[in-house]
T-cell receptor, first 112, second 115 residues
Framework: EDQVTQSPEALRLQEGESSSLNCSYT??????LFWYRQDPGKGPEFLFT???AGEEKEKERLKATLTKKESFLHITAPKPEDSATYLC?????????????FGTGTKLQVIP | NAGVTQTPKFRVLKTGQSMTLLCAQD?????MYWYRQDPGMGLRLIHY???????AKGEVPDGYNVSRLKKQNFLLGLESAAPSQTSVYFC??????????????FGPGTRLTVL
């Protein structure tokens, strides 16, 4: 059974204090790993797709990396507007419909 | 483009009542999904559709039915609501080209309470 585990569950940072969120996964035949941002009361918003180990993608203060067992979302010098829940998801399998499994998220709070 | 829209935004039902949630997308996506999100459990797939006129069961389909009569719309029905169906429901859509990855775009959600 595919599993996606995110840690920590919650993270509180001072503005400017860099840190990383972790997404570890156990799947058979990874096709892609996704990061989403979810603000309170809203739907998840797509951030990145990573396809293979060693790949990195950046967007503003966010940088996502991927290894064979986990992904990290690095947040550099965060601002209060980066406060949100960050979700990780993996797509795995081959042929036909490939299931996407979501983690439970890391709730990030950035304090001014 | 409005993207993915959902109606209603909020709904309160009594046990045993029925209702339909509507999802619409204007991105010409083939795939559409219904998820529920509960505290500590992440997003769980209820039903999905790979194209107009098709539907399939996801991870937690019991108590729900769906229909995809038009490509742009995906309806989720609760025939006899139960308190366990209190949740936030999200619709998503994706283009999902063959053998490619599935970037899903989500609607704003419907918060459903069953008393």
């Amino acid at each position: 059974e595919d599993q996606v585990t995110q840690s920590p569950e919650a993270l509180r940072l001072q503005e400017g204090e860099s840190s990383s969120l972790n997404c570890s996964y156990t799947v058979s035949g990874l096709r892609g790993l996704f990061w989403y941002r979810q603000d309170p009361g809203k739907g998840p918003e797509f951030l990145f797709t990573l396809y293979s180990a060693g790949e990195e993608k950046e967007k503003e203060r966010l940088k996502a990396t991927l290894t064979k067992k986990e992904s990290f979302l690095h947040i550099t010098a965060p601002k209060p507007e980066d406060s949100a829940t960050y979700l990780c998801a993996v797509q795995a399998g081959s042929g036909g419909y490939q299931k996407v499994t979501f983690g439970t998220g890391t709730k990030l709070q950035v304090i001014p | 483009n409005a993207g993915v829209t959902q109606t209603p935004k909020f709904r309160v039902l009594k046990t045993g009542q029925s209702m339909t949630l509507l999802c619409a997308q204007d991105m010409n996506h083939e795939y559409m999904y219904w998820y529920r999100q509960d505290p500590g459990m992440g997003l769980r797939l209820i039903h999905y559709s790979v194209g107009e006129g098709t539907t399939a069961k996801g991870e937690v389909p019991d108590g729900y039915n769906v229909s995809r009569l038009k490509k742009q719309n995906f309806l989720l029905g609760l025939e006899s609501a139960a308190p366990s169906q209190t949740s936030v429901y999200f619709c998503a859509s994706s283009s999902r080209p063959l053998e490619s990855t599935d970037t899903q775009y989500f609607g704003p959600g419907t918060r459903l309470t069953v008393l």
